[in-house]
Antibody, heavy 120, light 110 residues
Framework: QVHLVQSGAEVRKPGASVKVSCKAS????????MHWVRQAPGQGLEWMGW????????IYAQRFQGRVTMTRDTSINTAHMELSRLTSDDTAVYYC?????????????WGQGTLVTVSS | QSVLTQPPSVSAAPGQKVTISCSGS????????VSWYQQLPETAPKLLIY???ERPSGIPDRFSGSKSGTSATLGITGLQTGDEADYYC???????????FGGGTKLTVL
């Protein structure tokens, strides 16, 4: 059974960075891309990018270029998403998601979400 | 402003049918597969439809998907109060090189 378990809620001040983790189990971690999607309070879903755990290649949405870094540690089946230079607009629930087909936009499995609050 | 356009809300009575549209362009829906997600309050989204019309195991056949040109549609029959949720379409946008989501549609089962 596939599980994606994310790290706990975080509070940061404007200008700081945050790193969210996503531990995968129940499947071959390097098989499927890991995507990151965020959702601001009361808003819709927004894609941030993906990482291919097999090799570490990444694709980021242009609006996050230069601020987001996605990494993975295959020894512990964990993906990380770090976002820097935070502003209040980055307050959101951050999800990791993956699917049964490596490069497809098909998110069969989601983490529980990590609330990141940016406040002075 | 989302690249994919969905109606903000739809409603119907229990037992009835509802459709949710998702309108895009040739750079996204027109040339890529569409998936649909259900998000119940305070929970992570759940995959309902992939590859335009395929259902993952465990998703009842009350849920259906279709695509025509640059638009996709999610259909839900036999509405239940438990279907009250936000629904999102998603696909790859070849021009923007990003995954795009619709703005979401809130379903109310009256």
């Amino acid at each position: 059974q596939v599980h994606l378990v994310q790290s706990g809620a975080e509070v940061r001040k404007p200008g700081a960075s945050v790193k969210v983790s996503c531990k995968a189990s129940g499947y071959t971690f390097t098989y499927s891309y890991m995507h990151w999607v965020r959702q601001a309070p009361g808003q819709g879903l927004e894609w941030m990018g993906w990482i291919n755990p097999n090799g570490g290649a990444t694709i980021y949405a242009q609006r996050f270029q230069g601020r987001v870094t996605m990494t993975r540690d295959t020894s512990i089946n964990t993906a990380h998403m770090e976002l820097s230079r935070l502003t209040s607009d980055d307050t959101a629930v951050y999800y990791c998601a993956t699917g049964e087909v490596p490069a497809a936009i098909q998110y069969n499995f989601w983490g529980q979400g990590t609330l990141v609050t940016v406040s002075s | 402003q989302s690249v994919l356009t969905q109606p903000p809300s739809v409603s119907a009575a229990p037992g009835q049918k509802v459709t949710i549209s998702c309108s895009g362009s040739s750079s996204n829906i027109g040339n890529n597969y569409v998936s649909w997600y259900q998000q119940l309050p305070e929970t992570a989204p759940k995959l309902l439809i992939y590859d335009n019309h395929e259902r993952p195991s465990g998703i009842p056949d009350r849920f259906s998907g279709s695509k025509s040109g640059t638009s996709a549609t999610l259909g839900i029959t036999g509405l239940q109060t438990g279907d009250e949720a936000d629904y999102y379409c998603a696909t790859w946008d070849t021009s923007l090189s990003i995954v795009v989501f619709g703005g979401g549609t809130k379903l109310t089962v009256l």
